[in-house]
């Protein structure tokens, strides 16, 4: 069973992550937070070993979209996301290369998911 140590430094990962993915575009937002409630969920029986990676690589992530954040902050450009290095992808499973592959596909679709409209009285 996890200790109560393990499931707070857990949920304060969640909860970061979430609040980072505000600074992004509405349609990344969606994606991403889906995609982190999906492999958070996913993960909840994972074993020791699958966990402590699991940890690692999500809380890079986090650290890597903070810096991001940050930087765009001086020049106002938001620019998301890492180059995966080939030792990175050969560690990958199959399943796991076929769910980056969606991921790839819906965040560089060139139409959005989602459109903000400026709330106006229907006409």
Do not use: C
């Amino acid at each position: 069973m996890a200790s109560s140590a393990h499931i707070s430094r857990v949920r304060s990962l969640y909860k970061r992550i979430l609040m980072l993915h505000r600074f992004m575009p509405i349609d990344l937002r969606a994606l991403g937070d889906q995609y982190v409630k999906d492999e958070f969920r996913r993960h909840k029986s994972a074993s020791p070993e699958e966990v402590k990676l699991f940890m690692k690589e999500w809380e890079d992530y986090k650290d890597t979209l903070q810096a991001q954040m940050l930087e765009a902050a001086g020049n106002k450009k938001l620019l998301f996301g890492s180059d995966l290095s080939e030792q990175k992808l050969q560690d990958f499973q199959d399943d796991q290369i076929g769910q980056l592959y969606e991921l790839m596909l819906e965040s560089t679709k060139p139409s959005r998911q989602f459109h903000l409209q400026e709330d106006h009285p229907p006409k």
